[in-house]
């Protein structure tokens, strides 16, 4: 049970004061009769938009939150970084969010594709955890044809990327034409991709991630989509 002041500040909805006067105008409905105190408590439970409305409007997903985006070009998924961030795609109120958002691993400014975007620590770090092993793969558009030894090179578990220490986890290859593969990888290096395929001499001139474990892209997904992640395909992750 939370105080629906509380509730509602965590979601982005305002100062408490703020949620105070959306109360006191009959603004917030619980199982269709108005909260009468902003101190009243209500149960979070998964269901509750379908319970609650803020000023007509079902109320945001309650923590946690997981989002699936499909990024698109252009956009950083930091909030450090400069340039227009994922989170801006998402309803400026979900930037207040207590907890607040962050990407699952990050995808470079120019990488396309499939996104994870939680409010949940412990499932953020088990997908990015290498103990998870959980398997991102990406297609890849290169520069020069394959020459044919990339797959064994990727597969062998001893390339060096340049100014590391630790050889690369065996990751798989699949060439699907001459200037285009699938790549799926373990780890999450920085630019690790891009710079696998430089370790070869070639180079990357679109990426996309199509895959994380056995979660896809939805395909009716538009490039600066989102949707909320639903348990079966958070498990899907992890299958
Ligand atoms: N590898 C890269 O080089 N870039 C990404 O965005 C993801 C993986």
Redesign the pocket.
């Known amino acids: 049970m939370a105080r629906v002041d509380r509730l509602l500040a965590n979601l982005g909805y305002g100062s408490r004061r703020e949620i105070a006067q959306l109360v006191q105008h009959k603004q917030v409905v619980f199982d269709g009769a108005p909260v009468k105190d902003p101190g009243a408590k209500v149960p979070i439970t998964p269901d509750l938009p379908s319970r609650m409305t803020v000023v007509d409007k079902p109320v945001d997903p309650p923590a946690p939150l997981t989002i699936l985006m499909h990024k698109p070009l252009d956009v950083v998924c930091s909030h450090k970084e400069t340039g227009r961030s994922v989170y801006e795609l998402l309803p400026r109120r979900w930037q207040a969010r207590m907890p607040g958002l962050s990407t699952i691993?990050?995808?470079?400014k120019?990488?396309t594709g499939l996104l994870l975007i939680t409010d949940d620590g412990p499932f953020l770090h088990r997908v990015i955890s290498p103990k998870s092993h959980v398997a991102?793969r990406?297609l890849a558009s290169l520069d020069r044809p394959l020459e044919g030894h990339e797959v064994e090179a990727f597969a062998s578990g001893t390339l060096m990327l340049e100014s590391e220490t630790a050889p690369l986890a065996p990751a798989r290859l699949e060439p699907i034409g001459s200037h285009s593969a699938h790549l799926t990888?373990t780890e999450?290096?920085?630019?690790?991709?891009?710079?696998?395929f430089a370790a070869m001499g070639n180079h990357?001139v679109a990426?996309h991630?199509d895959r994380i474990g056995a979660l896809s892209l939805p395909a009716d997904l538009e490039p600066g989509q989102w949707r909320i992640l639903t348990a079966d395909e958070q498990a899907l992750i992890f299958s």
């Open positions: 691993g990050r995808l470079d120019d990488t991102k990406y990888i999450g290096r920085y630019h690790q991709v891009r710079r696998m990357v990426l991630r």
